[in-house]
C-alpha cells in the first residue's frame, strides 16, 4: 500500500491493480474494526487489464467504511461489480450502510462543504471531476443513496472499439 502510495506516480494503473490495492486497504481496515466488512468483487477479467485513474475506487470504499458503516449493528456489505455496456465500463460500488440523506449527497455532488461533516466530503466530487477532466462530461459518477438502506456508485468510462479506455 504503501508504493502504491508514494512510488507509483503514474495516472493509469491496471483495474487489477487498483482492485487489488481496494482488497489490502479494505484488510487493513478489517484489522482496525474486526471482520465487520463482507467485501466481494466480481469484475469481467478483459476489463481488469484496462488502465484506470488510479484512485478510482478506494475512495467510495473508504467513505463506505468509515461513514456509511458508522455505528452499524450488522455487517457492512461493499460489492464491486464491473461489466461493460457497449461503448462503456461500468463499476459498481454498493453497499448496505446508513445511506445518504439527498441534500447532503446534492452538497456534496456540488462542491459544497458543511462545517458539520466529518471528513470533508471531498471524495466523490474528486473522482467525478478528474473522470470529465480526463474523457469529458458524458462520463463520471452517478450516486443512488437511501438513508437507511445503502449507496450505490457507479463510474462510467470510456471504452474504445478494443474495449480498452482511448
Not at 475506487?57 to 464491473?82: A, C, D, T, W, Y
Request: net charge positive; hydrophobic share 35%; aromatic share 8%.
Amino acid at each position: 500500500m504503501i508504493r502504491y502510495n508514494t512510488v507509483t506516480t503514474r495516472m493509469f494503473i491496471s483495474l487489477r491493480d487498483e482492485v487489488d490495492y481496494v482488497e489490502n486497504y479494505v484488510n487493513l481496515q478489517r484489522c482496525r474494526y474486526g471482520d465487520s466488512v463482507i467485501f466481494r468483487t466480481h469484475i469481467s477479467s478483459i476489463l481488469l487489464e484496462i488502465q484506470v485513474l488510479r484512485f478510482l475506487l478506494q475512495p467510495i470504499v473508504e467513505n463506505s467504511i468509515m461513514h456509511g458503516f458508522l455505528g452499524k449493528k450488522s455487517h457492512g456489505s461493499l460489492r464491486i461489480r464491473g461489466l461493460q455496456k457497449k461503448d462503456k465500463m461500468v463499476i459498481t460500488i454498493t453497499d448496505n450502510g446508513c445511506g445518504i440523506p439527498s441534500e447532503e449527497l446534492r452538497r456534496i455532488m456540488a462542491g459544497e462543504r458543511r462545517k458539520s461533516y466529518h471528513g470533508g466530503g471531498f471524495g466523490l466530487r474528486n473522482i467525478d471531476e478528474r473522470i470529465k477532466l480526463a474523457f469529458g462530461e458524458s462520463y463520471g459518477l452517478r450516486v443512488r443513496s437511501k438513508y437507511g438502506i445503502g449507496t450505490q456508485v457507479s463510474i462510467f468510462l470510456p471504452l474504445d472499439e478494443r474495449g480498452e479506455l482511448p
